[in-house]
Nanobody
Framework: QVQPVESGGGLVQAGGSLRLSCAAS????????MGWFRQVTGKEREFVAA????????WYADSVKGRFTVSRDNAKNTGYLQMNSLKPEDTAVYYC?????????WGQGTQVTVSS
């Protein structure tokens, strides 16, 4: 199966912004929801955000609500996660997948590191 490719991560200072992209397969975009997840080494992967196929319904983890914005472009099979007001606790590897996630759809993720 075609794995998603996450990109856009990097090193930023607290309070900064990053925009992550998820070039995903049609199978991911055929699902009702696309999700973003993150994982810190040694910690369980956690839900970050999700978006419906239409893009009109979104859900966010309490920890990122008000700071992150999820969007998608179905024509390009691409999802986006705009991250503002980043905090050190946002440091993690970020992944996209369906929601609920399918075990076979995990990509390599993209590292986000927030200093301070």
């Amino acid at each position: 199966q075609v794995q998603p490719v996450e990109s856009g991560g990097g090193l930023v200072q607290a309070g900064g912004s990053l925009r992550l992209s998820c070039a995903a397969s049609g199978r991911i975009f055929s699902s009702d929801l696309m999700g973003w997840f993150r994982q810190v080494t040694g910690k369980e992967r956690e839900f970050v955000a999700a978006i419906s196929r239409s893009g009109y319904s979104t859900w966010y983890a309490d920890s990122v609500k008000g700071r992150f914005t999820v969007s998608r472009d179905n024509a390009k099979n691409t999802g986006y996660l705009q991250m503002n007001s980043l905090k050190p606790e946002d440091t993690a590897v970020y992944y996209c997948n369906t929601y609920p996630p399918s075990p076979g759809n995990w990509g390599q993720g993209t590292q986000v590191t927030v200093s301070s």
